[in-house]
């Protein structure tokens, strides 16, 4: 199979990790464009080093580019008020777009969770890194018992945040916590991000609670195994911190939890699962503390190489 044409928009450190993920890892996709608007970025003069056509004038740049007809998809890693208009636009030439942002047009995307339900989708959203990282698990615990409430924790070092993640802060944790239900089942979630200054800089790390019926602890932890099993596939560094751990909350002292208001169920009882999980990132661009970027890439291009194999299938069926 030929390899599909793509381009990224966004020369930051997320944009900048997935090209050089594509050209070293993906036997599916190939670099048509890398887009920016900072000529003087260290992604953009990187990418022409590696001979990758460049634009420092955006989207509209990447339009006017003399390859742009044969780009199939275009990956959005810039900032979520700026995706709205990206994707406006491309879609006017037909372009599939997979939306790093938390703009959250198209539908939400976990690969190991919901990765083939959205292969025609015009826009994909990828959700968030604390997203990618730990919906998973909510899902896990959740196909085996109900999952009434997920709470995630992502802490991530501050020296992996760039300008987009820290613009897009809101829309991090309103994001992920739309999808923590959309996608992971919960009835309802929460998200919180930390950036840590601390030096030196901290791998990447969550923490999962989830709220559940009293079930089978055997089989929530052998799901929750074969989910991480899962995503090592495409993030070797992904993995437990420590075991699994459960607390039965009975009704002589159950958990008041506000934001279970609106389903009128504000004290629970059942079983607490608390899963702790850390990623280290591959390196390919940053340092291996930032498995924060690693996940989110890593999770576009899974997508990304689904979405060209189903398109080519459909050409030449």
């Keep these: 199979m030929a390899k ?8 930051g450190n997320i944009g900048t990790d997935l090209m050089i993920k594509i050209m070293r890892l993906s036997d599916t996709l190939e670099m048509g464009a890398f887009v920016g608007i900072d000529p003087e970025s260290d992604g953009l003069k990187r990418a022409e080093r590696m001979g990758v056509p460049i634009t420092a004038e955006g989207v509209d740049g990447l339009v006017r580019m003399p390859g742009f007809a044969e780009i199939e998809i275009v990956f959005d890693a810039t900032s979520a008020g700026a995706h709205k208009h990206n994707d406006a636009l491309l879609r006017q030439y037909g372009k599939r777009v997979i939306d790093l942002t938390p703009a959250a047009i198209g539908p939400y995307t976990i690969p190991p969770v919901n990765g083939d339900a959205n292969l025609d989708a015009a826009n994909v959203n990828m959700v968030t890194c604390g997203g990618q990282a730990t919906i998973p698990i909510v899902a896990a615990v959740n196909r085996v018992s109900k999952v ?3 709470e995630i924790v992502a802490s991530i070092s501050s020296k992996s945040a760039g300008p987009g993640t820290r613009a897009n ?6 994001t992920t916590s739309q999808a923590i239900v959309q996608v992971g089942g919960a009835t309802r979630g929460k998200a919180i991000i930390i950036l840590n200054p601390a030096e030196p800089p ?5 923490t999962v609670y989830c709220l559940c019926d009293d079930g089978d602890r055997d089989g929530i932890r052998q799901s929750i195994d074969a989910m991480v099993a899962e995503v090592q596939t495409y993030v070797p560094g992904y993995r ?9 909350i009975g009704g ?3 958990l008041h939890i506000p ?3 609106s389903t009128g169920a504000t004290d629970f009882t059942g079983l607490k699962v608390s899963v702790f999980l850390e990623v280290e990132g591959a390196a390919h661009y940053l340092p291996a503390y930032a498995g924060n970027l690693d996940i989110m890439t890593s999770a576009a291009l899974r997508t990304a190489e689904k979405i060209a194999v189903r398109m080519h299938e459909r050409a030449a069926a």
């Design 4 to 11: 599909t044409k793509v381009a990224i928009i966004g020369s």
């Design 169 to 174: 802060i809101d829309e991090f944790t309103e």
């Design 202 to 206: 901290l791998i990447m790390r969550d």
């Design 148 to 150: 009434h409430y997920g």
């Design 259 to 261: 934001e279970m208001a």
């Design 240 to 248: 437990l911190k420590q075991a699994v751990q459960f607390e039965a």
């Design 252 to 254: 002589n002292q159950p």
